[in-house]
């Protein structure tokens, strides 16, 4: 269970998110990626390795904009490799998720996707999520609504992070079981998502967070709980 830093404001989402990630290096991780909305698509950087050689491929290929998700990951499922690391795109291109825990019952959702004709990109059980939101998506749900769905169907404890160009003012997170935490980080214009308060702290001490079963929609104005059966929650920001 690794780390996640997200970003919605008026800043460039890149660097916040990648001194974030640095700050949860303590945790241990094998890879690193992240993934911001950059004009009307999804760019996507990551690698195998040191949070420092994500930072070489962003200085040698990089990436603007002002909302985005990032993540560290330890292998569970898939080698250490670029190719698993996070975050993973869906077919469409328009989603991408990041994820902290193992989805248990990844053989079955697996052979499910691949029956509706859906290609995995990678040996993870993560981009499972992605391709379950999507088929959501394609139904015409909203993104928090096919992501509550598409979580539905998950097994195990999960930290789970989306972002689609379908809705680019937000982000979308929730917290299944314990995976680690789901925290909220709110600023003046913007806001801050992590797995852990460390990632987040230089920015602001407004925070709130998500408890087992609940899951967030995240904006530059603020953020909205809910239960993950579609209560609303008053969240108390500490
Ligand atoms: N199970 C996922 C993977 O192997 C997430 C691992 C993590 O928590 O970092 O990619």
Known sequence: MCGIVGYVGARDATPIIYEGLRRLE????????????????????????????????????PVHGTIGIGHTRWATHGEPTARNAHPHMGATGEVVVVHN?????????????????????????????????????????DLASAARKAIGHLDGAHG???????????????????????????????????????????????????????????????FEVQTLDGQRVEAEIQ
């Open 101 to 141: 825990g193992i989805v248990e019952n990844f053989l079955t959702l697996r052979d499910e996707l691949i029956s509706e004709g859906v290609t995995l990109n990678s040996e993870t059980d993560t981009e499972i999520i992605v391709h379950l939101v999507e088929r959501y998506l394609a139904m015409g749900e």
């Open 26 to 61: 303590y945790r241990g991780y094998d890879s690193a990626g992240l993934a911001v909305i950059q004009g009307e698509s999804i760019a996507i950087r990551r690698d195998a390795g040191k949070l420092t050689c994500l930072g070489s491929l962003l200085e040698a290929e």
């Open 160 to 222: 789970i992070v989306l972002l689609s160009t379908r809705e680019p003012d937000r982000i979308v997170a929730a917290r299944l079981g314990n995976a680690g935490g789901v925290v909220i980080g709110v600023g003046e214009g913007e806001s801050y998502l992590a797995s852990d308060i460390p990632a987040i702290l230089e920015h602001t001490r407004q925070m709130a967070f998500l408890e087992p079963e609940q899951m967030a929609v995240v904006t530059r104005d603020g």
